[in-house]
């Protein structure tokens, strides 16, 4: 995997911010452009900065947790229920299936 540009902290802080909106008001992460109103590379990089923890599911249903801020440890809407993620902060996961 590549490793996400930082970029500058306003551009990071306004990202922070839509996804803190959501966490607040108990919703589903929003997307990113141009689906959504996060740009491009901000999850990434949001992550690499430390300030969020992500697991992504199927249909890229995204659930983001805050890691800094006043809202630590609060995260978006959940997955459903019995589903794995695929991809945890950027890495995918493998499952291991079981023959027998």
């Known amino acids: ?18 996804v803190e909106a959501a966490v607040v ?8 452009y141009p689906y959504g109103p996060i740009a491009p590379g901000a999850i990434s990089a949001l992550i690499a900065a430390k300030r969020i923890s992500s697991a992504v ?10 890691l800094v801020g006043e809202h630590s440890g ?11 993620p695929y991809r945890v902060d950027g890495v995918r996961m493998v499952r291991v299936r079981r023959h027998g």
């Open 74 to 84: 609060k995260s978006t809407a959940p997955a459903e229920r019995g589903l794995t």
């Open 25 to 32: 008001a108990g919703v589903r992460c929003p997307q990113t």
């Open 57 to 66: 599911y199927k249909h890229n249903y995204r659930v983001v947790t805050l």
């Open 1 to 18: 995997m590549a490793r996400p540009k930082l970029r500058n902290n306003a551009w990071l802080d306004e990202n922070f911010k839509i």
